[in-house]
């Protein structure tokens, strides 16, 4: 069972940047989609983006122009890039198929002061 755990969170000021990275203890490079969601206090988790495994992305609404999903199939690696960040972007983000199908890591906490 692949096991994947999130790193890079921390506290920013809103309009700053995070950069978030995923690794996965198994190959990733068979499966067709890698995400990264998010889950805000007292709110379900979300999917925010996600990229094949031929480079197509696709990102919800609130976060289009500000996060930049990549994948390393060679270092079994997700990232999610993040600029321009809002206090609304506050959440714990874990990364996982699309949809899910591994077990969920322990995430990463991103908090944006406003």
């Known amino acids: 069972q692949v096991q994947l755990v999130e790193s890079g969170g921390g506290l920013v000021q809103a309009g700053g940047s995070l950069g978030l990275s995923c690794v996965a203890s198994?190959?990733?490079?068979?499966?067709?989609?890698m995400g990264w969601y998010r889950q805000a206090p007292g709110k379900q988790r979300e999917l925010a983006a996600y990229?094949?495994?031929?480079?197509?992305?696709n990102y919800v609404d609130s976060v289009k122009g500000r996060f930049t999903i990549s994948r390393d199939n060679v270092k079994n690696t997700v990232y999610l890039q993040m600029n321009s960040l809002k206090f609304e972007d506050t959440a714990v983000y874990y990364c996982?198929?699309?949809?899910?199908?591994?077990?969920w890591g322990k995430g990463t906490q991103v908090t944006v002061s406003s």
């Open positions: 990229v094949t495994k031929g480079g197509i992305t």
């Open positions: 198994g190959s990733i490079s068979s499966v067709f989609a």
């Open positions: 996982n198929s699309a949809p899910e199908k591994f077990a």
